[in-house]
């Protein structure tokens, strides 16, 4: 049986799938289809200062491969996610960690003092890159200063492990990801969803309420393959692959790009075990081809073709 | 790794299909051997459907539960051609397995003091009704069926319920069949001639017009209102929050939507607002 427990700063992952934050509410909705603890861990739903209502309907539209979708950020917010969410998480024998949205610096940093004397919390991921709710119309990891000036701001409030998830609709999200690594953040999460866009010919409407929306589900992996690729080859930090990912095969691809986890998004709506499954199609694949150690695997990808 | 795998095939039911056929028009009806969602479900409630391994079509489809027979341990769906799913489904043979989630949501309360139900439908509104109509006669409950589609070829289920021994009332907006326009015309005007049956309750399905209409009449003569409403869905049980219905007064600090697929799909009339 491989190793498949991964080590991100101090973050300790007892295997590399994650499931993606907004994918999975809060764990408890899934508790009775799956076996939670067989993830490595759980990025719960973006949890903001103040609870958020969400955006109107319609909020998602189904597209070939893929889906687009505008929740608009709907939490219960920290309070509650403290009183009525955690204890369930902490319950689990899986890594717990909290994604943080915030439309200010300022409420990241209260979201993080909020949560900093909360037990059975292993790290956070700071959602930089929610493409549906924004200030001043841009992602925050658009831009690169935003981004080390808000990182910093967060570390000096944590010792916890720091995750900064990155949207992909840059120019270089090489330069992002450097940034967060100048602020101390511990990993980068890439990619969260592409901006997109779909029409109803027949009203002339686009079809989700903010009309445009994120774009996810295996459609989007070879982007999302494309910017591990580019982060791996440019910055010297850890990368938790995402895009796309709906089995053992494709959370490979990201892990020999140089993902040293992954985390399954789409494809928990469709397969709410999908997690479950990867686990073992990854070990699956270890045994088959004698590797040791997934370690072994991650940024392998040679060089010629 | 062997060919391409696709993560839908284990953990949620792959069920033998036993039969699909052509009820009118393009409406289908499949019956599936599941015996745990068969012995579980409750009228209301629905099941997702993933109706291959592609990626095309990505997303799960919500089906009411339209019946089911606990001990044999079928249930069936019923469905209008609309998309590429709906018509792979049209194709599907008895002897091929389909991969069905549930049972999920909340469906009709039938309460104990329940005098008449009154179960209304428009077009394939009638979905959950079937099995409905069956759990409210077992209950020993007075029941009577309000059926609108827009023409013959949109209407389905009437023999049936017909067969169950209880009074089916149509309206077609062509009328091509029955009373020639809106059923909640039929609804007004035997409620009408028979005011006995304003102790009773409402039982919806159907267009957001309709259940809306149905709604404002509920509120006019206080009686109970049950509806189950549709939405686009991602998930089925509540994780992608994508379905979202508003809530009709909502508390200070209360979130002004509920979900259709965990807090529905069935919602008293007075609980929330539909658009249309």
Same mark, same amino acid.
Request: hydrophobic share 40%; charged share 20%.
């Given at each position: ?40 861990? !759980? ?17 998602? =539209? ?8 505008? $929740?608009?950020?709907?939490? @219960? ?34 979201? @993080?003092?909020?949560?900093?004397? %909360? ?13 549906? =709710? ?11 200063? #935003? ?47 592409? @901006? ?23 459609? $989007? ?6 910017? #591990?690729?580019? @982060? ?7 990368? !938790?692959? $995402? ?20 985390? =399954? ?41 | ?45 629905? $099941? ?27 249930? %069936? ?95 077609? %907006? ?64 509540? !994780? ?37």
């Amino acid at each position: 049986m491989a190793e498949l427990s991964v080590q991100i700063g101090s973050l300790r992952l007892k295997n590399p799938v994650l499931v993606a934050s907004g994918t999975f509410g809060y764990g408890k909705e899934s508790a009775e289809l799956v076996n939670l603890n067989a993830l490595g861990g !759980i990025i719960t739903k973006s949890i903001s200062l103040q609870p958020r209502a969400g955006n109107p309907p319609p909020r998602i =539209v189904e597209l070939p491969a893929g889906m687009l979708n505008s $929740i608009g950020l709907q939490n @219960v917010g920290v309070e509650a996610f403290v009183k009525e969410k955690l204890p369930f998480l902490n319950s689990l024998d899986t890594a717990v960690i909290v994604n943080i949205a915030g439309s200010s610096a300022e409420e990241f940093r209260a979201v @993080v003092q909020r949560l900093e004397n %909360e037990e059975g919390i292993d790290a956070y991921e700071l959602n930089f890159s929610c493409p549906n =709710v924004k200030e001043g119309g841009l992602e925050f990891s658009q831009d690169a200063r #935003v981004t080390a000036r808000v990182t910093a701001l967060v570390r000096a409030a944590t010792k916890r492990p720091l995750i900064v998830k990155l949207t992909p609709n840059v120019t270089k999200i090489s330069e992002v990801a450097k940034a967060a690594k100048e602020s101390n953040a511990d990993a980068v999460s890439l990619i969260n969803t592409l @901006v997109g866009l779909a029409v109803d010919i027949h009203s002339r409407r686009a079809r989700i309420n903010t009309i445009t929306g994120g774009y996810s589900g295996p459609a $989007i992996k070879p982007v999302a393959l494309a910017k #591990v690729y580019e @982060v791996a080859q440019n910055v010297d930090i850890p990368i !938790i692959g $995402i895009g796309g990912i709906m089995n053992g095969e494709d959370a490979l691809e990201f892990i020999i790009t140089g993902a040293c986890a992954v985390q =399954v998004g789409s494809a928990n709506f469709i397969d709410p075990a999908a997690g479950e499954k990867i686990v073992g199609e990854i070990a699956q694949y270890c045994e088959k081809h004698r590797i040791s150690s997934i370690k072994e695997l991650v940024g392998s990808l040679r060089g010629e073709v | 790794m062997a060919a391409r795998t696709t993560a839908f095939n284990k953990g949620t039911l792959d069920c033998p299909v036993l039969s699909v056929k052509n009820l009118v028009g393009q409406i289908y009806l499949m019956r599936m051997h599941c015996p745990a969602i068969a012995q579980q479900v409750l009228p209301g409630q629905f $099941i997702n459907i993933k109706v291959n391994n592609e990626f095309i079509p990505f997303l799960r489809k919500p089906f009411s539960v339209c019946r089911r027979e606990a001990q044999k341990g079928w249930i %069936e769906v019923v469905w209008k051609i609309v998309g590429k799913g709906t018509q792979i489904m049209a194709n599907d043979h008895a002897g091929e397995s389909i991969h069905v989630l549930g049972p999920l949501g909340k469906g009709y309360r039938i309460d104990s003091g329940l005098r008449h139900a009154l179960l209304v439908a428009g077009g394939l509104g009638v979905a959950p009704l079937p099995f409905l109509c069956e759990e409210l006669l077992k209950h020993r409950k007075p029941v009577e069926i309000f059926l609108g589609a827009k023409s013959r070829c949109e209407l389905s289920f009437v023999e049936e319920f017909q067969e169950m021994g209880v009074q089916v009332s149509v309206a077609t %907006e062509d009328g091509s069949v029955g009373k020639k326009g809106l059923v909640t015309e039929l609804l007004t005007e035997r409620l009408a001639q028979h005011p006995a049956l304003k102790n009773g309750t409402f039982f919806g399905c159907g267009p957001a017009g309709l259940l809306n209409r149905m709604t404002q009449i509920s509120e006019e003569l206080k009686m109970e209102c049950q509806i189950a409403i549709e939405t686009m869905m991602g998930c089925g049980f509540g !994780i992608c929050v994508g379905c979202p219905v508003r809530v009709r007064n909502p508390q200070a600090g209360e979130n002004p939507y509920k979900l259709t697929c965990v807090d529905g799909p069935v919602f008293d009339a007075r609980e929330v607002l539909l658009d249309g």
